[in-house]
């Protein structure tokens, strides 16, 4: 079993920055992927950004390339989410997921496993 406790979320004015944090307790070795998903009001849950255990491949959604950055640190079982020149429409909630296995999309909600309980994100222009 894996929890995951995110951390780091604020109000910030368009341009700035946050960094969220994600720890995993548990077994590292029970997943294969971590992720960041984020959920507006009224919309659907959308993958961010995930990266790879195993060797720290990263992968991005569209919106977002060039100016989030995800990375591991393994030793303290832990994922970041460096967000850089913030957008209103980046205003969310933010989860952290863990997944088992690489079948599939990496940003596919339903093939996440552990769910972190969120961390709000509120940009304002």
């Known amino acids: 079993q894996v929890q995951l406790v995110e951390s780091g979320g604020g109000s910030v004015q368009a341009g700035g920055s946050l960094r969220l944090s994600c720890a995993a307790f548990?077994?590292?070795?029970?997943?294969?992927?971590m992720g960041w998903f984020r959920q507006a009001p009224g919309k659907e849950r959308e993958g961010v950004a995930a990266i790879a255990i195993i060797d720290g491949s990263t992968y991005y959604a569209d919106s977002v390339k060039g100016r989030f950055t995800i990375s591991q640190d393994n030793a303290k079982n832990t994922v970041y989410l460096q967000m850089n020149s913030l957008k209103p429409e980046d205003t969310a909630m933010y989860y952290c997921?863990?997944?088992?296995?690489?079948?599939?999309?990496?940003?596919?909600?339903?093939?996440?496993?552990?769910w972190g309980q969120g961390t709000q994100v509120t940009v304002s222009s």
């Open positions: 997921a863990a997944r088992l296995g690489y079948a599939g999309s990496w940003s596919s909600v339903a093939r996440y496993n552990y």
């Open positions: 548990g077994y590292s070795y029970s997943y294969d992927y």
